[in-house]
């Protein structure tokens, strides 16, 4: 009698994860991101090997401070290439009030240096301008600001740091014009922020760029429906991306740095998509 063969048992397949590959790019793309969020991504941000502007508040100054660099890195398993956001809740570069002031730049000073340590190319600070509050008085506001950038920009030069102003709730970029001439050093200038001018600015993007395109040390790209700081995707929402990288185009400016500032990694993604088939 022939016995029957067992049946055999078929195999699970098992659905492993599809591995990334390193993000490239036709031009030098950075990636924001906070801090306080790398340890949470960071077997993501190992596989993708991104460039990054990094968030330091003041909770994490005052963790780091005292720290090398070293510590700070131990958990890439690459070298990426480094800018830095600075702190900017409850902070006043352009204050009335000295001791405010004396406040702000303690917090410069602490991320500059931490800056310093990493080699960081570039700093981002928060213009700090609000019209309302101001009483629309620039004068006021770009005499503080002197105080505040002059030291700054003194202490971000011992380590080959350039400083870039971002717009925040500007409706147009006259008092960032001012400040940039006033300060007048090739160390100093804008970073456009393009989800703000989407919210924000009552001037075309012709007319923003024209006025302080020569000025720009770096981009904030994202993106929203004009209503509220959604940090999209670009492409995602209503900005003219087309025609701001054709504004640009005529300053023949290749020193610009370009950072993505999405809120998750599925915008991160569709940036990374965009951006190389904008270049």
């Keep these: 009698m022939l016995r029957r063969r067992p049946r055999r048992r078929k195999r699970k397949r098992i659905k492993r994860a599809r591995k ?3 993000l490239q790019f036709k031009k030098r793309l ?3 991101i906070p801090f306080s969020r790398i340890r949470d991504y960071i077997s993501y941000i190992n596989e ?11 909770d994490a100054l005052d963790e780091l401070e005292g720290t090398t660099a070293d510590v700070f890195l ?4 690459y070298s990426p290439n480094l800018t830095v956001h600075g702190p900017f809740m409850d902070l006043s570069p352009g204050a009335v009030d000295p001791l405010i002031r004396d406040v702000t730049l303690k917090r410069f000073f602490q991320v500059l240096d931490l800056s310093g340590k990493l080699r960081a190319e570039v700093v981002v600070f928060h213009s700090g301008f609000e019209k309302w509050k101001y009483d629309h008085a620039v004068d006021v506001w770009l005499n503080g600001s002197l105080k505040t950038w002059g030291p700054v920009l003194e202490r971000a030069g011992e380590y080959c740091i350039r400083i870039a102003i971002e717009n ?3 409706d147009n970029p006259s008092n960032l014009k001012a400040l940039v001439e006033a300060v007048n050093s090739p160390d100093f200038g804008l ?3 393009t989800g703000h001018f989407n919210i924000f600015s009552s001037v075309s993007l012709r007319e923003w760029i024209e006025l302080v395109g020569e000025h720009i040390i770096e981009l904030h790209v994202h993106d929203n429906d004009g209503t509220r700081d959604y940090h999209c995707a670009p492409g995602t929402g209503t900005f003219d991306f087309a025609s701001l990288f054709g504004l640009l185009e005529t300053f023949n400016r290749t020193d610009i740095v370009y950072t993505v500032e999405a809120h998750s990694l599925e915008e991160v993604e569709r940036a990374a998509d965009y951006m190389n088939a904008a270049w």
């Design 20 to 22: 990334l590959r390193p």
């Design 30 to 32: 950075f990636f924001h």
């Design 48 to 58: 993708r090997q991104p460039d990054l502007e990094i968030y330091f508040d003041a």
């Design 74 to 77: 131990r958990d890439f398993s």
């Design 168 to 170: 925040i709730f500007e």
């Design 191 to 193: 970073c456009f922020d």
